[in-house]
């Protein structure tokens, strides 16, 4: 089997990469979440605690987790998605656009060429994970200031078997996946507001959809991480999204993210997955 593997955003989860938040702060407020937290900021022992926390539920379901080295100069390194991305035996690092987190990417090549694990760059414009969502034959590209059409064609030739649909929404919103997230082959969760007309209709033929609140979107409840089997790993503040989730077949495993959430990403936006199994649920 490959080392590298994705083909959905929910199939069982086996690999995935992480780093601490030990220094992770609010230095320039690029969005509606870090404005409302810009003063108070992040408590870096707190983010760190609840990090951890997630770390072990990984590894409790036999998920091999590799911890990239924290530095200072990188306050947002946490993000772990955004410097990264994987579609079918394809890892991608990143092409990051703001210059606060440039060079983060150089963090991530070394760790994995230290382990062996192959990667590939993007190399035409800038690119974040964030806005890269993949569902067997399809891949959902958010069209914000971070990601160009460039990129998007890059990915496009190496993956002439994806059909690949540009998805409009809010750029406040960030990244594709702070307002929506398949979590299984039928059903994904979704911030409608967010997401422009013409891109909401290629969704609603897609998905069973799961609308989450305006409330809820500011603690990121589409921001969830699905580790297969119908598990998915989400905030236990979200308890509207969650009910509709229970309802829908998923087990809900919840833990606390709320510090890193200050900062404007929760639990698919730290987490990159390099490997995931190639069986997917049916839902």
Known sequence: ??????????????????????????????????????EENINQDLATKQHRALVKILRDHNIIVHLLPAHHGFPEQVFTRDIGFTIDETLYVASLKRTIR????????????????????VDLGTIEGGD??????????????????DSVEQLQ?????????IIKFDETYLHLDCVFNPVSASVALIYPEAIANESLKIL???????????????????????????????????????????????????????????????????????RRKREHNKM
């Not at 963090?107 to 760059?121: A, C, D, R």
Request: include cysteine.
């Open 102 to 121: 440039q060079g983060e990417q150089q963090v991530l090549k070394q760790q994995l060429s230290q382990k062996q694990i192959p990667y590939k760059t």
């Open 1 to 38: 089997m490959s080392r590298i593997m994705c083909l959905t955003e929910y199939a069982p989860l086996e690999e995935v990469v992480l780093c601490e938040p030990v220094h992770m702060r609010i230095d320039e407020a690029i969005n509606d979440i870090q404005k409302h937290f810009a």
């Open 157 to 165: 030739i190496a993956h002439p078997d994806r059909t690949f649909h």
């Open 204 to 274: 609603e033929q897609c998905y069973d959809l799961i609308e989450v609140t305006k409330e809820e979107q500011f603690h990121l409840a589409t921001n969830v991480l699905s580790i297969g089997n119908n598990n998915i790993i989400s905030l236990p503040q979200n308890v509207q999204a969650n009910q509709k989730l229970w309802k829908a077949g998923f087990t809900v495993i919840e833990t606390d993210l709320s510090e890193i959430i200050k900062s404007g990403g929760s639990f698919r936006c730290i987490t990159l997955p390099i």
């Open 132 to 149: 890269v969502i993949i569902d067997n034959d399809t891949v959902y590209v958010g069209e914000s200031s971070r990601t160009s059409r």
